[in-house]
């Protein structure tokens, strides 16, 4: 293994040499609800992802220093990969850089840790780091996968919060809180499929850094891109919980990985019911009800082998899950997924 350190940028090669390769590849993408690191499921999801490009070049992509990922692909999966690396890109300068250019050329696979996703936006947007990562994506047909941070630059739409990020009843009792003023849709990172989608992670958490669970700000997310987006659809986001690991192939359909329990390994694809919010103000709760129906909603419970099926071309195809409904009388309190947990 080698470090090898460069002003404003780390590259870490945890092993192999990553020296152009002749594979074939299939394009996909792998969305982490953010707990990785040895929950059940990851291991499933993590091959199937490998094996759209196996024996090639695992990259991982991140700021502020090197991470463990690269050295957990060693330990679990090196037999199947020419090379795995780390990547840490922290300054506009660094991703204008040729040599950080070079590394990512070599790339068959690209791994988006998590972080600070205002942070990738700075540091890496309008960039060369940003056009490479692209054209990879578009020509090379390299798979992709995103936990947390990482995961929710790859939406269409994203969140990048400067400083403290919003929770559900911010959003919901005023749906232009200042914590809100971070909402970007751009051709930052361009992922086939998540076209209008909105993304985000850790639906479940709660603990010192999370107040509240995340389902009623990805409700919020979704209304509020409604309204930016002038109440033209199709608007969407895809919702995880930390346990879920979303599995999308090159013609579009997903599965979900998961702990094969019934908590914490689910996956939301949500769509609005053809109606926008009734009322979506600055400083008034969001109404969003169209008689209990505002959104409709397919759940996944995540299993080992990877369960259920959403076609992300029409979002309407689906199987293995169920559909509901999320709507809001007023704000956070008149919240209601069908499956709400206190």
């Not at 639906?203 to 987006?229: M, P």
Request: hydrophobic share 35%.
């Amino acid at each position: 293994m080698s470090a090898e350190k460069r002003i404003k940028f780390t590259y870490y090669q945890s092993f192999g040499k990553p020296t152009s390769t002749l594979i074939e590849r299939r394009s996909g993408i792998l969305l982490i609800g953010g707990a990785e690191g040895g929950e059940s499921g990851e291991y499933e999801a993590t091959e199937w992802l490998l094996d759209r490009a196996r024996g090639g070049n695992y990259l991982v992509l991140r700021f502020n220093g090197i991470g463990g990922q690269a050295d957990w692909i060693y330990k679990n999966f090196s037999d199947c990969l020419n090379s795995a690396a780390e990547l840490s890109i922290n300054s506009r300068e660094a991703a204008n850089d040729t040599e950080v250019i070079q590394h990512l050329n070599t790339a068959d696979i690209l791994f988006f840790a998590g972080g600070d996703q205002s942070k990738y936006k700075e540091y890496w947007e309008g960039t060369a780091v940003e056009e490479t990562i692209n054209r990879l994506i578009r020509e090379k047909k390299v798979p992709v996968a995103g936990t947390s941070a990482g995961m929710a630059i790859l939406g269409d739409y994203y969140y990048a919060p400067d400083k403290e990020e919003v929770i559900g009843s911010e959003i919901l009792n005023d749906p232009f809180h200042d914590n809100t003023r971070t909402f970007y849709r751009s051709d930052f990172i361009e992922v086939p499929f998540l076209k209008g989608v909105i993304t985000d992670t850790h639906l479940d958490r709660v603990g010192k850094t999370s107040r509240e669970q995340r389902y009623g700000r990805i409700f919020g997310f979704l209304a509020r891109n409604l309204h930016d987006n002038g109440d033209q659809f199709p608007v969407r986001a895809i919702g995880l919980e930390e346990g879920a690991f979303v599995a999308i192939d090159e013609n579009g359909i997903a599965k979900v990985f998961g702990n094969d329990t019934d908590r914490g390994q689910d996956a939301y694809f949500l769509q609005p019911n053809g109606q926008s919010p009734e009322r979506i103000q600055p400083g008034q709760a969001v109404i969003w009800d169209n008689e209990g129906q505002a959104v409709k909603v397919y759940r996944i419970a995540g299993t080992r082998k990877g369960s259920g099926s959403f076609d992300l071309n029409d979002h309407s195809t689906a199987d293995g899950g169920t559909w509901e409904y999320w709507y809001t009388t007023g704000g956070i309190n008149g919240f209601r997924p069908n499956f709400y947990r206190n």
